[in-house]
């Protein structure tokens, strides 16, 4: 069993909703002490400001009433009041190392029995993987690894464009190239020129565009010889995600495909029991569900459409299907999509039509995790463009070009191998952490140059933290320490990165449920810096034996929280960079 290791806010915070009780004759169990960080002291409470008006109190009178029944032999070594009714705690320098020493990095934390369905990444067949899938995949594949970490059972899903009228022109085209082409072999390297030639044929001849729509209705109709050509489409595409997920190290497997197409069978049934329900009619000859509270710019109510008027079906009728299926057969407690900011209409609208169908019941919780733009130094949406170096693959090759660079100028790495993978490893980190590092709902700027920079809130920044501590216990005089020594907080710095290492396990663990890895990035930033102070001004390795023991078990205990944060984050932190 692995131990949730509380903050010592949360930790101490018990203790003065005892004390604010005890004064108001309230039960403990319903009195919020609001505990928050102080830059004048450890921590500090703030209720009396808003309790003490309430029952009739001055605010600091109650705070020294709640001071006068703070025990100070525990947790909590000194309590005051401060300005109109603050209260400051200091807590036990002794108590800080005793739980540091005790502190244990949990590989994964107890089951919860909580099924969370997270739908992520999801790019199209037959085209390039662009920077905004970067995003949804660096933030979707975070979320499910601090999740799974958290103990919850994850399920992922990549919902992938596989499926639909594109596919006509891509089968023929494949078909006019024949079976073995090379530029079918390609699609793993370069998906989007076998689509753009396919597109340019469908624009420019009429007689293959009439092709190309006789071989969507083959394809929806199930033709076995339409289909087992698809599947050559998407098998080669299975073969480019397979390649750029794996140089993003990125956990999604085949298995983790759930494409358009595995509804596909679903969703004249989805069309006609919307219909029987009464939650759609047929509007201007589409099938239209007018969920509640949706209004369009006409001040009518917005229609969902279920089924186009040619009979066909798209999003919405899709993404019926799918939430569907994840809270009835994946029984999902949390259906989670990680997808773009302008999708949230769309969404809120399908689960509103799910609900109203009773296919979504109230056990399922649904959540949008928002995902905001990356633009370029233009400050234009940055996207695939042919030929201007912004493939999300040709951007991935230049980070690590440059990171190759810096490895072989500043730190030189004698063994080839080692130093490839601490170039990737950089690189792939640097790209990632800049995702993460900042609230997903909003946007920021591709800009290698920042992303790679060795200080600053960046991957390479935390990266290099790992690799000093690294550097203390391959040192010959740290040969022979105690690894089990108690630690001892013995100067301010020691404090400080002691305080703020026992933060760890709340804060990645409220990070993943709040959907927010950009909290966890603030708080390895923060160990980073904190790391960085502590070994500029605390001698390690020329202290006396007890000394230099208890600072290395410092030093192991900051290694293993930052080594464990960046792998929730999808980052590898590298021996040497």
């Known amino acids: 069993m692995t131990t949730r290791i509380e903050s010592p806010a949360t930790t101490v915070a018990g203790t003065v909703a005892h004390a604010i009780a005890e004064v108001l004759g309230l039960d403990p169990a319903g009195v919020d002490p609001v505990i928050r960080p102080s830059q004048f002291t450890d921590l500090q409470s703030n209720a009396a400001l808003s309790l003490g008006p309430v029952h009739g109190l001055r605010p600091r009178d109650l705070a020294q009433r709640v001071v006068d029944r703070i025990p100070t032999d525990g ?20 108590w800080i190392a005793e739980q540091l020493s005790s502190l244990s990095i949990a590989e994964r934390h107890d089951a919860t029995g909580r099924r969370i369905v997270i739908d992520y990444s999801s790019p199209n067949v037959a085209k390039e993987m662009h920077v905004g899938h970067l995003r949804t995949t660096v933030v979707g594949d975070a979320l499910a690894r601090m999740l799974e970490w958290s103990g919850h059972t994850v399920i992922r899903q990549n919902h992938i464009g596989d499926w639909g009228t594109p596919f006509g022109m891509l089968i023929e085209h494949s078909l006019d190239l024949g079976r073995g082409s090379a530029e079918l072999d390609r699609m793993a390297e370069d998906p989007n020129a076998f689509y753009r030639a396919a597109r340019a044929k469908f624009d420019a001849s009429p007689a293959f565009a009439e092709r190309a729509r006789r071989r969507v209705v083959l394809l929806q109709a199930g033709d076995a010889p339409t289909l087992a050509l698809w599947t050559e489409l998407v098998d080669a595409s299975k073969a480019y995600f397979r390649k750029v997920y794996g140089s993003l190290d990125v956990s999604l497997t085949d298995e983790d495909l759930a494409g358009e197409s595995s509804y596909n069978d679903e969703l004249a049934g989805i069309c006609a029991d919307v219909e029987a329900l009464g939650l759609a009619r047929v509007s201007d000859g589409a099938l239209c569900a007018f969920p509640e509270g949706f209004i369009g710019r006409d001040g009518a109510p917005a229609p969902l459409i279920i089924r186009k008027r040619d009979g066909g079906y798209g999003y919405a009728t899709t993404d019926l ?67 201007d170096g912004f493939t999300l693959a040709g951007l991935v090759d230049e980070a690590y070009r440059r990171a190759a660079e810096a490895t072989d100028r500043e730190h030189a790495i004698e063994d080839d191998d080692e130093r490839e993978r601490a170039a990737r490893a950089v690189a792939i980190g640097a790209i990632k952490y800049a995702d993460l590092a900042v609230p997903h709902d909003t946007g920021y700027m591709f800009d290698l140059d920042r992303m790679l920079a060795p200080v600053g809130n960046t991957g390479p920044y935390l990266q290099y933290a790992v690799t000093r501590v690294r550097a203390v216990f391959s040192h010959p005089r740290a040969a022979g320490h105690d690894p089990n020594a108690t630690i001892v907080l013995d100067t301010p710095e020691a404090r400080a990165l002691a305080l703020l290492l026992l933060e760890f396990d709340a804060t990645a663990r409220a990070a993943g449920e709040a959907f927010e890895p950009h909290r966890l990035c603030a708080l390895l930033h923060q160990v980073a810096k904190r790391f960085a102070a502590f070994y500029d001004a605390v001698p390690i390795l020329t202290a006396s034996p007890t000394q230099r023991d208890a600072r290395l078990r410092l030093c192991r205990q900051t290694e293993a929280v930052l080594v464990r944060g960046l792998d929730l984050l999808g980052i590898t932190a590298p021996r040497r960079m």
């Open 75 to 94: 947790p909590i070594a000194h309590a005051e009041t401060a300005g109109p009714g603050y209260l400051n705690l200091e807590l036990s320098t002794d």
């Open 321 to 387: 299907a799918t939430i569907r299926y994840r809270a009835a057969v994946l029984r999902a407690d949390q259906a989670v999509y990680v997808i773009g900011e302008p999708q949230a209409t769309h969404l809120e609208m399908v689960w509103a039509v799910a609900r109203e169908a009773g296919w979504l019941p109230s056990s399922t919780e649904t959540v949008h995790v928002r995902i905001g733009n990356v633009v370029g130094a233009d400050n234009k949406l940055l996207r695939t463009r042919s030929g």
